[in-house]
């Protein structure tokens, strides 16, 4: 899988940025296979991994100290003994510290890879957006935080990665074809002002690739965010599903870097190694018996840090690779789009929890083991199908996404629905007619109360 070149990715040059490393001459850039791609950044898989493991512990004997634990409900959760929090926090650190070796290790313990594009380092924004996601994440853990806040905190990660341009040429990839099919020229729109303002002058210049790539990533981190909470109901669920596609999008990103394809190559294959190695090193502490949970700082950064992902493979503008990379973390996005439509058309609230989510569904038939090797096994599928569509044309890519979203959205339709259906199956055996309208019984009005009678006074016979 890792020895040949994938012949879709092409060359660019992006223009001339700090380097991490300059181009070595000793080894060519067509000589270069994923495989050594891979092992010239090793050391960033393993920094996390042994971070993770060793620190998680620790932050267990914290959270136990100081009673950040979750505690059984009974109803909804699987564990009936309270089990620590702060799980996330330790993925944190494992991260951080992986990322910071990769930007600090002599080069016997890290080679980057030599390219024909200038490399950035990996972006301050990304690690911003992290510390901003575990900070809200961990005051929720801890004391408790309103939705609106959570996504506040949210949308702050999403502009600082919009100012620092990682993830706005997401949107090229579809708007420029489509604006050179209609006839326009330019995607930089100018408004000439009446007044001439101290700051702005004249005109307004508007590049709708940059606004609507910013609107994308702020989609993209809210969605990734809650969908990785949603998913977090098992032991062990969220940290193996997001590994997986983690490694599968590590997979299209060595193949990236193996031709040079802009000047985030490092950085994302640095960013995807980081965080599988996180999830390596939480997923013996989490996994059936977890002694420790990931909590809303765990899983919200889990979803960020693969988003992140998928959103530097479109960089250079092209969009099926994006495509590709939200094919591999399909199942938080079928789990959360279910449980969107479910919940809408049961006319109950967004943040009302429910036990229909696939893993509850899966735990009642075969048990949450064998339901979180299921989904597993359907990340490595999904996960699969990603990759396989960077080895095609983008049209095979958006073949795929059709599918893919007409599978989520039949598929939600019909478990929304399946009680209307029993309902209807039911009417016709009995050959009575069905409505699809649902009749809302109104309660019957409660009886005025009977005021007790005044001293003395005689109640009257009912005859």
């Known amino acids: 899988m890792f020895d040949d070149p994938t012949p879709f990715f092409q060359p660019g040059d992006l223009g001339s940025l700090p380097a991490l490393t300059p181009p070595a001459e000793a080894l060519p850039v067509e000589a270069m296979t994923r495989m050594s791609v891979f092992h010239g950044y090793l050391g960033v898989l393993i920094v996390a991994f042994l971070v993770t493991l060793l620190v998680t512990p620790i932050l267990r004997r914290l959270a136990l100290a100081y009673g950040v634990i979750d505690r059984p409900d009974f109803t909804r959760k699987e564990h009936r003994l309270p089990v620590a929090y702060l799980g996330g926090v330790a993925v944190f650190l494992g991260v951080l510290a992986a990322i910071a070796f990769a930007l600090l290790a002599p080069s016997p313990l890290i080679d980057a890879h030599p390219s024909a594009v200038s490399q950035r380092p990996v972006p301050v924004s990304i690690l911003l957006g992290m510390l901003l996601i575990t900070f809200v994440g961990l005051l929720d853990d801890l004391v408790g935080v309103s939705p609106r806040l959570k996504i506040a905190g949210q949308l702050l990660a999403a502009a600082a990665l919009a100012m620092e341009d990682v993830g706005v040429k997401v949107a090229a990839g579809v708007l420029t074809p489509l604006a050179s099919a209609v006839g326009i020229d330019s995607l930089n729109v100018a408004f000439n002002l009446p007044v001439t303002l101290p700051i702005v002058g004249s005109e307004i210049h508007i590049d709708v690739i940059y606004w609507t790539g910013t609107a994308i990533i702020a989609l993209f981190i809210l969605g990734a965010c809650n969908a990785s909470n949603l998913l977090d109901g098992l032991d062990g669920l969220l940290t193996g599903v997001t590994g997986i596609a983690v490694a599968a999008m590590l997979v299209i990103a060595l193949g990236l870097a193996v031709t040079s394809n802009g000047p985030l190559d490092g950085a994302r294959v640095i960013v995807a190694l980081a965080a599988l190695g996180a999830c390596l090193g939480f997923l013996p502490h989490n996994f059936k018996p977890a002694t420790i949970f990931l909590g809303d700082c765990g899983s ?142 109104r309660p019957e009005p409660e009886p005025a109360p009977h005021p007790d009678p005044a001293p003395g006074a005689v109640e009257p016979t009912h005859v």
């Open 300 to 441: 919200m950064l889990l979803g960020y840090l693969a988003v992140v992902i998928i959103l530097t493979l479109g960089d250079t503008g092209r969009t099926p690779l994006v495509v590709a990379g939200l094919i591999a973390y399909a199942v938080p996005i079928i789990d959360t789009t279910l449980a969107i439509v479910r919940r809408r058309m049961a006319g109950r609230s967004m943040s009302e929890p429910d036990h229909e989510h696939i893993h509850h569904l899966l735990k009642r038939s075969v048990g949450v083991v064998p339901a979180v090797l299921i989904l597993y096994g359907l990340g490595v599928i999904f996960g699969a199908i990603g990759i396989s569509v960077t080895l095609g044309r983008a049209r095979i890519a958006y073949t795929f996404a059709l599918i893919f979203a007409s599978f989520i959205i039949v598929t939600a339709v019909k478990i929304a629905r399946v009680k209307v259906f029993e309902e209807q199956a039911r009417a016709i055996a009995e050959g009575r007619p069905f409505s699809r309208r649902r009749r809302v019984p």
